[in-house]
């Protein structure tokens, strides 16, 4: 049986020549870090590491690529004592980091660094730390008398925009298994978060006729037009800042829009014929995307796209969605959400303005929270790290989270 006392700090394994068996959250933490999982970069040597060290504890994993096979999630469960796999709780974490370039860091990014009870490296708190913990109490899980199962999910290409964890959530559903909740441990601080907004990420490209400047009446600007748009969709944001729906709970009380990227044009004298940008709104649970959406949708189709053709009969505008986070928004009523509070001691209700996979795995109904180890404010940034106490508190809450299945 594992020592209680032996937690992150514990001194029975520091280092990558343990048997995988007995590798401690710290231990799995400096693995872990070790793979640069930036989300351009494959995660295939992180996932495969893990897959082993599982099956060498007895436990397969099912392995879920995306087209190209260059990244993959992993999925594993381990069964009730019956060998039930239904059920039981999913602890989600996602394996992609954000890029280290331009930031400077005291140590190297991808060598797990101690220095005053802190851990250093880039996805120590988000969220590599959590999935250490995770991966550390396997043994102790394995050894309780569990009736109900636990299931680790692990995912790719979370940093741009939650694209792995859906091919994961599909490939569960294709094999027919469920669960009664899940807790996705983005780094809240061990604190409880049961709501974020959705985030929807869109790319418009506005297509006109390039002429010479000097000859305005045969162009159509697509610039002008985009610029139009752009206004439109400030206006749309004004709204929703003066008329609500409001939560309070959130540092913005209100859903948000904002356009953050344009480009267009080839010349001084030149009127542009293509002006592409990116916008983004973040709903508040309750708020349907497709809703807001429609009424940029509606502004292009019944204004500004006919505008365009008065000069330009091919004049067109092109809307392609890309990143999309849904929003989360757990029920009180919630086994998962109840048995975390317990676990947690902490009955404040949290909203926090980031996303996270967690919408996913309510969309598809599986109940969810957001509870893990470090703080959001520590992550994305250079000397990204979590506190050595953070990652034991997660670990004891992972113990009890298993007692509490038995
Ligand atoms: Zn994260």
């Known amino acids: 049986m594992?020592?209680?006392s032996a937690g992150v700090a514990g001194v029975n394994c520091t280092s990558f020549s343990c048997s995988p068996l007995i590798m401690n959250t710290r231990a799995w933490?400096?693995?872990l870090v070790s793979f640069d999982t930036t989300s351009r970069n494959s995660n295939l040597d992180l996932i495969e590491t893990v897959r082993d060290a599982l099956l060498a504890q007895g436990v397969q994993a099912h392995l879920s690529h995306n087209a190209e096979r260059s990244k993959?999630?992993?999925?594993a469960t381990l069964p009730a004592h019956d060998g039930q796999t239904q059920g039981g709780i999913i602890l989600?974490?996602?394996?992609?980091?954000?890029?280290?370039?331009?930031?400077?860091?005291a140590s190297d990014p991808f060598t797990l660094t101690e220095r005053d009870g802190k851990l250093f490296g880039r996805g120590a708190a988000d969220m590599k730390g959590y999935i250490a913990a995770s991966l550390a109490l396997v043994p102790e899980f394995l050894a309780m008398p569990r009736a109900k199962p636990i299931h680790l999910a692990y995912s790719y290409d979370e940093e741009v925009g939650c694209v792995g964890a859906p091919v994961m959530l599909a490939e569960l559903k294709a094999r027919g298994l469920s669960a009664d909740g899940c807790v996705v441990g983005e780094p809240t601080g061990m604190q409880v978060v049961?709501?974020?907004?959705?985030?929807?990420l869109f790319t418009c490209k506005v297509h006109g006729r390039a002429a010479h400047s000097s000859l305005t009446p045969r162009g159509c600007n697509a610039i002008?037009?985009?610029?139009?748009l752009i206004c439109r969709i400030r206006e749309i944001a004004d709204h929703f800042k003066a008329n609500g729906p409001y939560d309070d709970l959130y540092d913005v009380p209100f859903t948000t829009m904002t356009t953050n990227l344009v480009k267009g044009g080839i010349a001084v004298n030149t009127i542009p014929d293509l002006c592409e940008f990116t916008y983004e709104f973040r709903n508040l649970p309750g708020m349907s995307p497709a809703s807001v959406q429609a009424r940029v949708e509606q502004y292009v189709r019944d204004e500004l796209v006919p505008r365009m053709r008065r000069e330009f009969e091919q004049a067109e505008v092109e809307i392609q969605t890309g990143a999309f986070a849904p929003s989360l928004e757990a029920s009180e009523q919630d086994a998962v959400t109840a048995l975390v509070r317990a676990l947690t001691?902490?009955?404040?209700t949290r909203k926090v303005a980031y996303g996270t996979e967690a919408g996913l795995f309510q969309d598809v109904g599986i109940p969810t929270v957001v509870c893990g180890p470090g703080h959001i404010e520590q992550a994305h940034k250079p000397d990204e790290f979590v506190a050595i106490d953070q990652l034991e508190t997660c670990e004891r809450f992972m113990?009890?989270?298993g007692q509490s299945l038995a």
């Open 92 to 105: 989600s974490g996602h394996t992609d980091v954000v890029p280290v370039d331009g930031q400077t860091w």
């Open 29 to 31: 933490l400096e693995k």
């Open 399 to 401: 113990r009890k989270l």
């Open 2 to 4: 594992h020592d209680e």
């Open 224 to 228: 002008e037009y985009a610029a139009q």
């Open 72 to 75: 993959a999630n992993l999925f």
């Open 345 to 348: 001691q902490d009955s404040a």
């Open 194 to 200: 049961v709501a974020h907004k959705g985030i929807n």
